[in-house]
């Protein structure tokens, strides 16, 4: 019985070394690693810098409305629709400079652009790996022993 | 090294790494790891000044200088807690370094809606944008002798500034800058300023008032003046009752008295030669209208001549005249419906010859009558 159980250990021995190395490989560094510090950084990196384009679009849209001549618009009444649209494009300006600021403080981390950007793959891109997990089970393992 | 293969994740000590996932579980980490970025604070230090704190970063730690700015993050929204009048030291002492204050920055106490008062240092260079927006309650705002760069919007919803120190240095005044303010009625005009703009943007405003001293401008009884006191530069839009204006004028601005809606009466002296036809064509509570020149003022250009036409917002405005010029004023009124243009010679010089060649249509009842001409008396 004993021998049994020795025999068994010294053939299962290499098997699980040979497992464990796979298992290694897969985790080598040519695979798509991503350094999670590195990965909040440009995710909210781009949420801002999308923010900001936003911002920027919008701001040029209300700016090409200002000093629009209100037809039969008493002067009172286009003075109003002035100050209101003036209003509207410093609020938006005012929201811009809160992204800038966002921006600043979010670099100021220390964190370089060029450590995060080649790290990251699009969100769409993560997937599971093309190839299925073939680690071999203990129990399969035994079989092919007995066979 | 901990494997949690069939969990996702797999922790080294040195850092977290995203192996792989799949994808609806990709998304919710992706979501989470956003939740959780943290960002730098934006200020380095505090000090608390009479019940208030206020927040400051340094901006070049070799030559000692920092600006004041916002508490912790620009996402936390963390609105100033300042109460009452805030004297911005010039120095600040911090880790056994002092530091001068040369600047505000963007947004530093933007949305303090308990800021009374606000005293700016002479160390400051530059007023960030929206320094102060929705600063609600702020009534009065000590600028500093030299004048500061300001940047946009630096009081922007600041609706209850009603006084403004500007620096004996001030050079020019954008008053723009205080437009969403309706409790600003009187501002003062420091002896070095040589370009106002943006008066007219001020609603309230009742009273201005320069520097005896200044080289460009001069006021009379509120209202702005060339320093010459040959031109009416600008009436307060808010000024009531009557507007005298002073004798030796020559010129009366384009658009210096006409939104003034609150005046009821106007008198030109007899010096006045140059005044705009519509110049009183929104003076909506106008009653009466005196002036003192012998001879009828050229106001319009009409079917290619200069004459003499006054536009009023309502029919029941009277124009007084002296007595010995009543006749020759009765025969140079014109008040035919028709396009009137501005004497483009006596156009203001910041308006292009194009602006000022446009025509302005008036029917009947918006011209004053000849009958409308009363005679007083003279010396």
């Given at each position: 019985m004993k021998r049994h159980i020795i025999l068994s250990i010294l053939c299962l021995a290499p098997l699980l070394t040979l497992s464990a190395q796979e298992e290694a490989d897969k985790l080598s560094p040519a695979e798509p690693v991503i350094p999670l510090d590195s990965l909040r950084y440009t995710i909210k990196m781009r949420e801002l810098n999308n923010r900001r384009e936003a911002l920027q679009q919008r701001i040029n849209q209300e700016d090409s409305r200002r000093g629009t001549i209100i037809p039969d618009a008493t002067p009172a009444q286009q003075e109003a629709a002035v100050m209101e649209q003036d209003s509207i494009c410093l609020a938006l300006r005012s929201e811009l400079v809160e992204v800038n600021l966002a921006i600043d403080e979010l670099t100021s981390q220390g964190i370089s652009t060029n450590t995060a950007t080649p790290a990251l793959p699009d969100a769409s891109t993560i997937s599971l790996p093309t190839q299925p997990n073939t680690r071999p089970n203990l129990r399969d393992m035994i079989d092919s022993v007995r066979k | 090294m901990t494997h949690l293969i069939n969990n996702i994740i797999y922790i080294s000590p040195e850092s977290y790494i995203l192996y792989y996932m799949p994808m609806k579980r990709s998304f919710l980490f992706l979501a989470l790891v956003a939740s959780f970025v943290a960002t730098s604070r934006a200020h380095d230090f505090s000090v608390t000044l009479g019940g208030s704190t206020i927040y400051f970063k340094i901006t070049d730690s070799k030559a000692?200088?920092?600006?004041?700015?916002?508490?912790?993050?620009?996402?936390?929204?963390?609105?100033?807690?300042?109460?009452?009048?805030?004297?911005?030291?010039?120095?600040?002492?911090?880790?056994?370094?002092v530091y001068t204050i040369n600047a505000i920055g963007p947004k530093a106490l933007a949305g303090a809606d308990r800021l009374e008062g606000i005293i700016i240092p002479e160390s400051v260079k530059q007023i960030g944008d929206f320094a102060f927006e929705g600063c609600t309650s702020l009534r009065s705002v000590a600028m500093p002798a030299a004048q500061p760069l300001m940047g946009q919007g630096t009081f922007f919803r600041c609706t209850s500034i009603a006084d403004i120190n500007f620096g004996t240095n001030w050079t020019s005044i954008d008053f723009t800058a205080f437009r969403w303010s309706d409790s600003l009625v009187s501002v003062s005009i420091p002896a070095k300023v040589e370009r106002i703009q943006g008066l007219k943007t001020l609603r309230r405003l009742r009273h201005i008032n320069v520097h005896s001293s200044n080289k460009q401008y001069a006021s009379h009884s509120g209202c702005l003046y060339s320093t010459t006191r040959h031109t009416l530069l600008c009436v307060p839009r808010a000024y009531t009752d009557t507007l005298c204006v002073e004798e030796g004028t020559t010129a009366i601005m384009w658009g210096s008295i006409i939104d003034c809606t609150d005046i009821t009466a106007v008198i030109l002296p007899a010096s006045v030669r140059q005044l705009s036809f519509r110049e009183f064509s929104r003076m909506t509570r106008l009653q009466s209208l005196t002036i003192m020149c012998e001879s009828p003022l050229l106001t319009t250009n009409y079917e290619g001549r200069n004459t003499t036409a006054l536009a009023v917002a309502n029919n029941g405005v009277m124009l007084f005249v002296p007595k010995a010029s009543v006749k020759a004023w009765r025969k140079a009124l014109i008040s035919i419906e028709g396009d009137y243009y501005d004497i483009v010679d006596q156009r203001p010089q910041s308006l292009s010859l194009q602006d000022a060649a446009k025509p302005h249509h008036f029917g009947k009842p918006q011209l004053l009558q000849s009958n409308h001409i009363k005679a007083i008396k003279t010396k």
């Open positions: - | 000692h200088t920092a600006c004041l700015t916002y508490r912790g993050n620009i996402a936390d929204h963390n609105p100033p807690t300042c109460t009452g009048t805030v004297r911005i030291p010039s120095t600040v002492r911090h880790d056994g370094a």
